[in-house]
């Protein structure tokens, strides 16, 4: 088992960047790839991020390319998803989610990862 407690979220207007944290807990960080989602409200969970156990490979959806990056402090047993240049749109509750990273090649799907932390609202102010 592994424990995803988020942190970070909060009100901020459009323009602003927020840091959003994940740690983990309960098992060994280091092995699992590690990825956030969102959901704002009447949509599906989506994928934004992604990092593979090692930290050397991530993964964006294209809509926050170039504003978001995803990193991770495996001694921390922590990831982090920096959000620049924050829009309207990107109201959501975030949410980290983990999986086994040994054979993880990115996914966009939901369904793919194991483990998921409570969420962490993030609501940008036009």
């Known amino acids: 088992q592994v424990q995803l407690v988020e942190s970070g979220g909060g009100l901020v207007q459009a323009g602003g960047s927020l840091r959003l944290s994940c740690a983990a807990s309960?098992?060994?960080?280091?092995?699992?790839?590690m990825a956030w989602f969102r959901q704002a409200p009447g949509k599906e969970r989506e994928f934004v991020a992604a990092?593979?156990?090692?930290?050397?490979?991530?993964y964006y959806e294209d809509s926050v390319k170039g504003r978001f990056t995803i990193s991770r402090d495996n001694a921390k047993s922590t990831v982090y998803l920096q959000m620049n240049s924050l829009k309207p749109e990107d109201t959501a509750v975030y949410y980290c989610?983990?999986?086994?990273?040994?054979?993880?090649?990115?996914?966009?799907?939901?369904?793919?990862?194991?483990?998921w932390g409570q969420g962490t609202q993030v609501t940008v102010s036009s």
């Open positions: 989610t983990a999986v086994d990273g040994r054979y993880y090649s990115g996914s966009y799907s939901q369904y793919h990862y194991d483990y």
């Open positions: 309960g098992r060994t960080f280091s092995m699992f790839a």
């Open positions: 990092i593979s156990w090692s930290g050397g490979t991530t």
